[in-house]
Structure formats: structure tokens, C-alpha cells
């Protein structure tokens, strides 16, 4: 499991139990207490909770309103829907949640080189990938309720072109996907210029 799932897991958990004890979380979890300790300064550094003696609390600033603007899209600010969703891990050690591929690339865009990590489902296989490995299918037949035009994330190239055969759409790697993405949001804008 990556530390982003980790975390995610102890959010949820922190949220419903308002406080836990670090060894409580690596039993949980099947991972040292270091690797918790880890995973939590991640959490700490966000506000979204406060280390106590032996384990941490949920942060008294940690409001719901905040909760559901870190349950929202950073680009076009729908509901996440983790299957699709899209993280993306900055230099800074900031974490950004896209709700699909087509505003997590788009945001990757923006961010430029900012981004060390971006992580992503694997559409059929529910796996977490990596955005800079992944192969994508672009604008398929298959309506599955993101953004447009719909971007699929898969982690075996096979796999992206055996759904282009039955469902639709193009297959591309990241590099052309990326570029994709960069002239899909020029031609929306005035005198934008591409390469």
C-alpha cells in the first residue's frame, strides 16, 4: 500500500474516531510505527490532525467545510470519486486531488515540474498506477460519468488497446496525452500558442 493510501485510510479513521494511538495504526495497517509516524507528519503538516502523547487527535481547525473542499476537485471542483481520481504529489510535499485524467492532467500542467508524483487508478483493475507510466484512452464510447472529453487511465498498454477496440476512443502514452491536454486547453483560449 502507498503512503497516500495510508494516509487517506488514517483520515478516514481519524474522522470517525476522533483520536488513535499510533500502535493502534500500525496494527491496523500491518506497518512499523515509524512508517505511521511517516505517514501522519504528512497529515500534521495538512491540519488535519495534531500529534498527543502516543498517537494523534483530530485537529479542532479541521472543519467540515474544510473536509469537503479536500473532497472536491482541484481544477474543476466536483466530488471526487476515487476510482477516477487523480493525486498529485508536489515538491513541497503538498498533495493535490483531481477528480479524473482530464483535470489531473490538466492541473500537471499547470503544475509543470512542481509535481514529483502523480497517482492514478488503473480503470479496469482498480490498481494504483503512476500518471507518468500509464497508458490512456481518450474520449471513449463508454460514458463513465468525468470530465470532457473523458480521459481512462490504464497501467498495461494491452489492455488501453483492447478497450479502444470494443469501446471507442484513441490510445496514447503520456507524452502525447500531455500534449493533448496542453492543446485541448489553447484552443479554448485566445492566443494561446503551442509548440
Known amino acids: 500500500m502507498l503512503p497516500i493510501e495510508r494516509q487517506k485510510l ?8 476522533k483520536d ?22 504528512a497529515l500534521i503538516d495538512e491540519g488535519t490532525v495534531v500529534k498527543t502523547f502516543g498517537g494523534i487527535t483530530l485537529s479542532p481547525e479541521w472543519k ?28 513541497d510535499g503538498g498533495m493535490e486531488v483531481a477528480c479524473c485524467a482530464h483535470c489531473g492532467l490538466l492541473r500537471l500542467n499547470q503544475l509543470n515540474d512542481s509535481v ?11 490498481t494504483t498506477i503512476s500518471v507518468f507510466s500509464a497508458s490512456y484512452v481518450v474520449e471513449p464510447e463508454l ?3 468525468c ?16 478497450f479502444v477496440k470494443g469501446f471507442g476512443g484513441r490510445y496514447m502514452n503520456y507524452d502525447d ?8 486547453m489553447c484552443s479554448s483560449r485566445e492566443g494561446c500558442k503551442t509548440n
Not at 467540515?64 to 508536489?90: G, N, P, Q
Request: proline residues 1%; aromatic residues 8%; charged residues 30%.
Open 116 to 126: 514529483t508524483q502523480g497517482i492514478c487508478y488503473d480503470f479496469l483493475l482498480n
Open 64 to 91: 467540515e467545510e474544510e473536509r469537503a473542499v479536500h473532497d472536491r476537485c482541484v481544477y474543476c471542483y466536483r466530488k471526487i470519486h476515487e476510482r477516477l481520481s487523480v493525486r498529485l504529489i508536489k515538491k
Open 143 to 145: 460514458q463513465v460519468g
Open 147 to 162: 470530465c470532457h472529453p473523458q480521459i481512462l487511465t490504464f497501467g498495461a498498454s494491452s489492455h488501453a488497446k483492447r
Open 177 to 184: 496525452v500531455i500534449k493533448e491536454v496542453a492543446n485541448y
Open 20 to 41: 488513535m494511538k499510533i500502535s493502534e495504526l500500525s496494527r491496523r495497517l500491518n506497518v512499523s510505527e515509524m512508517t505511521i509516524h511517516r505517514d501522519v507528519q
Open 10 to 17: 488514517i483520515k478516514k479513521w481519524i474522522e470517525e474516531q
